[in-house]
C-alpha cells in the first residue's frame, strides 16, 4: 500500500551500525504525535530483519517497541547464552527479570538481541514505526519480500518454507527450530550482477531449539501474521500496542506471571560467561556456532547447531 507523503531525503537514511547501546535514543513514551515514515524509509528499516520467519519477526517487531530493555536484556543473554532448553527457561524466570515478556522472548537468540543493542537508534525508529504506522510496516515487509523473492534470493529449503501468494509467509520447516538468516541488505534486495550465485546470498547455518519451554512468551502457533489485516498475533492474541496506548498497554502472555510493583530481584544464581568472538561472528554469518569450553554437558547439542538440525 503505497502513499504519497514526502519528507527530506535525508530522513530516509538510517544511522549506520555502530557499537554504541544507546546513544540519540528517543524516549520509550516521549510525548507529542505519531511519527510518520515515508515507504522508501520504511523499506530501510525493516531490511535487515523482513526475510526472518514470520514467528522470529513478529517478536522482533514487538520487542522493539520496548527500546529501554534491549541494552539490558541484550548482556543477559550474552552472559547467559550458554543455558538452553529448559535451563534457560528456567533461569528467566528464576532472575524474575524486569522486561517486558516481549523482550524476554528473545533472551534465545543473543544474536538478534545484539544486533538490535547495538545500534539502538535503528530499534528505536522501527519500534516507534511499528507503534505508529503497523499496517505500513508490514507492507513494507511485503515488498522487500517480493524483492527478494523475484531476484531469486528468497526461496524454500530445508529450514524455512516460502509462500507464495498475495502475501509471502515464511515458515519454518520444524516450529521448534527457528532459524536466523544472515544476509546482507544491499545485496539480496538488487538484481544480481552477472554471474553471481544467488542461491548463496541467504545462510541458513544458525538456529535456535523453541520447544514448550518458552510458550509463556509466546512461542509456538500462536505468534503469527494475519498479513492481510495487517495483525500480528502473539499468544493468540492480537498484539494491540499503538503508540496512542503505549504507555498502559499490557499484552496477555498466558502462563507468564510480571512481577508486582517495587519487587527485588534475586541474587544472580548462575554463572555469567560472555560469547568469544568466534561464537559472536559465527552467529552474525549465519554460521554453526563453535563449541566452547565452559558449557557443560547437560546443554551440549540442544542450541545453535544447524547443521544437526537440519539431518
Known amino acids: 500500500m503505497q502513499r ?10 538510517l544511522a549506520p551500525l555502530a557499537l554504541l547501546a ?3 535514543v528517543a524516549p520509550a513514551f516521549a510525548q507529542g504525535p505519531p511519527p510518520s515514515f515515508p515507504p522508501q524509509q520504511l523499506d530501510q528499516l525493516v531490511a535487515r530483519i523482513a526475510l526472518y520467519p514470520d514467528p522470529l519477526l513478529a517478536q522482533v517487531l514487538a520487542a522493539a517497541t520496548y527500546p529501554n530493555d534491549i541494552p539490558p536484556a541484550a548482556q543477559w543473554a550474552d552472559q547467559h547464552h550458554y543455558l538452553t532448553g529448559q535451563a ?15 523482550v524476554q522472548a528473545l533472551l534465545p537468540f543473543p544474536s538478534v538481541l545484539d544486533i538490535m543493542a547495538s545500534d539502538m537508534n535503528w530499534t528505536s525508529q522501527l519500534g ?9 510496516v508490514m507492507d513494507a515487509v511485503q515488498r522487500q519480500r517480493a524483492i527478494a523473492e523475484r531476484y531469486g534470493y ?18 519454518p520447516v520444524n516450529p521448534g527450530f527457528i532459524v536466523v538468516p544472515y544476509y546482507n541488505p544491499a545485496v539480496v534486495f538488487y538484481a544480481p550482477r552477472p554471474g553471481f550465485v544467488v542461491g548463496g546470498a541467504i545462510r541458513f547455518g544458525f538456529g535456535v531449539g523453541i520447544g514448550g519451554f518458552f510458550a509463556p512468551w509466546g512461542w509456538g502457533p500462536g505468534v503469527r501474521f494475519d498479513w492481510g489485516r495487517h495483525d500480528v498475533y502473539i499468544h493468540d492474541a492480537r498484539w494491540g500496542r499503538t503508540w496512542a496506548n503505549r504507555g498502559g498497554y499490557v499484552h496477555p502472555y498466558e502462563g507468564y506471571r510480571r512481577p508486582v ?27 554453526v556456532v563453535p563449541h566452547e569450553e565452559h558449557r557443560g554437558e547437560e546443554h551440549r547439542g540442544e542450541e545453535h547447531r544447524g547443521d544437526e538440525k537440519r539431518r
Open 22 to 24: 544507546a546513544i540519540a
Open 154 to 171: 528468497l526461496r524454500s529449503n530445508p529450514q524455512v518454507v516460502v509462500s507464495g501468494g498475495p502475501y509471502i509467509s515464511i515458515m
Open 261 to 287: 510493583a517495587g519487587y527485588a530481584r534475586p541474587a544472580e544464581a548462575h554463572e555469567m560467561h560472555g560469547r568469544s568472538e568466534p561464537e559472536r561472528n559465527a552467529a552474525r554469518e549465519g554460521r
Open 128 to 136: 516507534n514505526a511499528f507503534l505508529a504506522e503497523q499496517q505500513y
Open 4 to 13: 504519497t507523503r514526502t519528507v527530506p531525503a535525508a530522513l530516509a537514511l
Open 88 to 102: 534457560l527457561a528456567d533461569a528467566i524466570r528464576g532472575d524474575q527479570l524486569p522486561w517486558d515478556p516481549s
